[in-house]
């Protein structure tokens, strides 16, 4: 799933060193992959940098998570970014035109979920 990429992806970009931040609507669950700094942001789900076209929106969040960053020392911190959300979350089309295989297989095999999870997938497509 690719919540757990992030995490995964993370700790492994630091290994080598470097110094990495995720940006979530969702800091709790970020947290549980693991991922080792988190600026969490208070927007709605698909809109975590701002609204479409919002240039200077997006630059905001953008600085403000490696300003946030600058002030991280320790792998497990989460900062609250200065930001929410007041006006009612725009009528965008954010679904992918076709859904994607994951989901398609999950429709197909629900009971296989929780090893998704587990981060144990079955070896069948």
């Known amino acids: 799933m690719c919540c757990w990429s992030v ?7 630091e290994a080598a060193g470097f110094t990495t931040i995720s940006l ?3 800091p709790d669950l970020t947290a549980s992959t693991g991922a080792p700094r988190i600026a969490a942001i208070e927007h709605p789900p698909g809109l975590t940098v701002g609204t479409p076209g919002d240039h200077d929106g997006q630059m905001a969040v953008l600085r403000a ?4 960053l600058v002030h991280m020392s320790a792998a497990g911190s989460v900062s609250h970014l200065p930001f929410s959300w007041v006006e ?11 859904t994607p295989p994951i989901s398609q297989y999950l429709v197909r095999h629900p009971w296989d979920f929780p090893r998704f999870l587990r ?5 069948r497509a």
């Open 88 to 98: 009612p979350v725009p009528k965008l089309d954010l679904h992918p035109p076709k």
């Open 24 to 26: 979530s609507w969702i």
């Open 65 to 68: 998570a490696l300003q946030a």
């Open 7 to 13: 995490g995964l992806v993370q700790r492994r970009i």
């Open 119 to 123: 981060r144990d997938p079955p070896d």
